[in-house]
């Protein structure tokens, strides 16, 4: 072969690096500012509403007693006591809420990732999907409906727990939906060669594998639920002083309590109101930035 014929059959040399376009680079400078813009934007309201919950709520939260003692015999006047009843019963109610939704949505995600096939998978996905989309009002009246005036039982914080299980489901099945499928395959297949049966793969290898990221969905869900309010006005009374009964009687949260205190004219009342506010902001961004903390540190690495 001849070096003309070398020359010919060699495929071309790919194009030298080209200078971006003054064009290109104008619109990407537009694109940057309109897109910083609007973050900024975004941000007024948020750091607006922040300031003004901490800068009304702080004296109410440094307050001697305010995390220890209940509202039980304080006066609408008096600026005493605390929210230690409705702290119980907010964590007590998202207690009771992910007992029942954890293990039903892990559940129904395994079934979705690892045996949902035909018409049975596909309506537990709309029936998944059309869940998420539900109003709080109407997971509530739901539970009235049912719970209460069709098989008789009492308004108490339990049904305020069945209530949110309507609401945290479908975000538990979801993020453990999600988690299980960036499990690679290859781990599944390595356990079946070695005979391993389908379920002690899922016990074994595939949820070990994901747990971290369920940890992580599962917690955002709880925060997500812990300040609901149709709930709780719906299905159980207000109570001043602490119940620890969940099937019985009257029980304060904090979403509650901010409801309860908004009709309180007095500067006692107030401070309440805001105190409560603040120490519910507080209490889910812990719980996110726990979240963040998992997610950060035991996340699934695809490769």
Known sequence: MTTTESMVDRPAAPPAFQ???????????????????????????????????????FEAIIADGWWSKSLKGVLPEEFRGGIYHALYGTFMQALMCALIAVPIGIMCAVYLVEYGRGRLARVTTFMVDILSGVPSIVAALFIFALWISAFGFPKSAFA??????????????????????????????????????????????????AMSGIVTGIMLSVARVMGE???????????????????????????????????????????????????????????????????????????
């Not at 209490?283 to 998992?294: K, Y």
């Open 19 to 57: 200078q971006v376009s003054p064009g290109r680079r104008a619109k990407n400078v537009v694109a940057t500012v309109l897109v910083t813009l609007a973050f900024m934007i975004a941000m007024v309201p948020l750091a607006w509403l922040l300031f003004t919950v901490v800068s009304k709520g």
């Open 160 to 209: 305020v727990s069945l209530a949110l299980v309507l609401l945290m489901l479908p975000i538990v099945i979801r993020s453990t939906e999600e988690m299980l499928r960036l499990v690679p395959d290859e781990l599944r297949e390595a356990s079946y060669a070695l005979g391993i049966a389908k379920w002690k793969t899922i016990m074994r290898v595939v949820l070990p594998t």
């Open 229 to 303: 309010t149709a709930p709780v006005l719906v299905l159980v009374g207000y109570s001043r002083a602490i119940n620890y009964n969940l099937f019985e009687g009257e029980m304060a949260s904090l979403p509650l309590l901010i409801y309860s205190e908004l009709g309180n004219p007095e500067e006692a009342g107030v401070l309440r109101v805001w105190g409560a506010a603040l120490t519910l902001i507080i209490v889910i961004m812990l719980f996110n930035l726990l979240a963040a903390v998992i997610s950060r540190f035991s996340a699934i690495k695809a490769k």
